[in-house]
């Protein structure tokens, strides 16, 4: 069965610092890749995506993420946090095509200012 | 763009009452709908799917169930709600393998 884990449940860094969120996946086909976003009061919505081409891809507000194929993995970063990026993040994988998307368990991210 | 309105926001019901939360979309057609339950650790479980009007799939044995009436209406539905239906309620929207658009949720309580 596919399934997402994402490493760590709580992050807390302070403003500036470098982030990376840690997501593999377990699924034997070919998968599409997001990471979506839920900040406070505010509906989930899509931070990046993957589905073919260059592994590294950008999202919105300077996130990136890349993608290892060979580690399953699809880890999210940003090189500097700012306060305004405390927020939930969520890892997902969609089979190629497929209709279900499987959610990582998420990450809530503190940034003190 | 698509847009994905849910209601009611919250919602407060005794045990063995019934259930009907809405949603409803705009902005595209013969999307597929999802409802998910998002609990505190442990993501977002997806409960159905539908990939057209009445085609209603159920990823999870449980009380609840949902219809697709209208190709940009879901329902989520019970006869008689548990304490362990209390949750956070989402509705989704997207094409194939594609990125989903979410609604704003909605709060259940079960008491």
């Known amino acids: 069965a596919q399934s997402v884990s994402q490493h760590n449940h709580h992050v807390i860094l302070s403003e500036a610092a470098s982030l990376e969120l840690g997501c593999n996946y377990s699924y034997g086909g070919t998968v599409n890749l997001f990471w979506y976003v839920q900040y406070p009061g505010q509906h989930l919505q899509l931070l990046l995506k993957y589905f073919s081409g260059d592994p590294l891809v950008k999202g919105i507000k300077g996130f990136e993420a890349e993608f290892i194929k060979s580690k399953f993995s699809f880890n999210l970063r940003k090189p500097s946090v700012q306060w305004s990026d405390t927020a939930e993040y969520f890892c997902?994988?969609?089979?190629?095509?497929?209709?279900?998307?499987?959610f990582g368990a998420g990450t809530r991210l503190f940034v003190k200012a | 763009s698509q847009t994905i309105h849910q209601w009611p926001a919250t919602l407060v019901q005794p045990v063995g009452s019934p259930l009907s939360l809405e949603c409803t979309v705009e902005?595209?057609?013969?999307?597929?709908l999802y409802w998910y339950r998002q609990a505190a650790g442990r993501g977002l479980q997806l409960l159905f799917y539908s990939v057209g009007i009445g085609q209603i799939s159920s990823e999870v044995p449980q009380n609840l169930s949902a219809s697709r009436p209208q190709d940009r209406q879901f329902i989520l539905s019970s006869k008689k709600l548990l304490l362990s239906d209390s949750g956070f309620y989402l509705c989704a929207a997207g094409r194939g393998g594609f990125e989903q658009f979410f609604g704003p949720g909605t709060r259940l309580t079960v008491l």
């Open positions: 997902a994988v969609t089979s190629t095509g497929g209709f279900k998307t499987i």
């Open positions: 902005g595209t057609s013969n999307p597929n």
